[in-house]
């Protein structure tokens, strides 16, 4: 049985995400106030929920590296900074055992979603009028994919395997 604690972890986890991939569509801007939240509620909830120290800071040191990374990248312009810092907290609440696997999800799916973008942006303006207003409003931008979606979806389809659901911490 999953501990109380964890259950609202999960609630918290999935409910960031969502809130993230939503406003990347919406905005191209992830607000730094998921992050806090996804980072404050990793720090309240794992403990909660019988992660023990080690676990926890096995995870925070594989979402440290990610982040020094991936703050590598935003420097040099390849990644927006609402996104590393979504894939960073995002790794600390999966752990260290699904960083790999999230870090391919998420690029799988954000190819996907970079492919979408491109072939909608080929179609003539004409047609792609005729697609839903959220639609064009997403994709059609000149400059920006809402990676959010990927990264949302990445860790949802990791979230199963994740301690948070597993019943051994």
Known sequence: MIPIPALFGIAVFAFALLWAALSDARSLRIPNTI???MLAG???????AGFSPGAMALSLAAAAAVG???????RRGWIRGGD????????LWLGAGQLPSFLLWTSLFGGVLALAALAFRAIPPRTAGAMPVWVSHMLGRPLGIPFGIAIAAAG??????????????
């Open 68 to 74: 020094v990374v991936l703050f590598l990248f935003f």
């Open 84 to 91: 590393t810092k979504l894939i960073t907290v995002t790794a």
């Open 156 to 169: 949802l389809a990791r979230l199963p395997y994740s301690p948070w659901m597993l019943s051994a911490h």
């Open 35 to 37: 992050s806090i939240l």
């Open 42 to 48: 990793f720090g309240v909830l794992a403990p909660l």
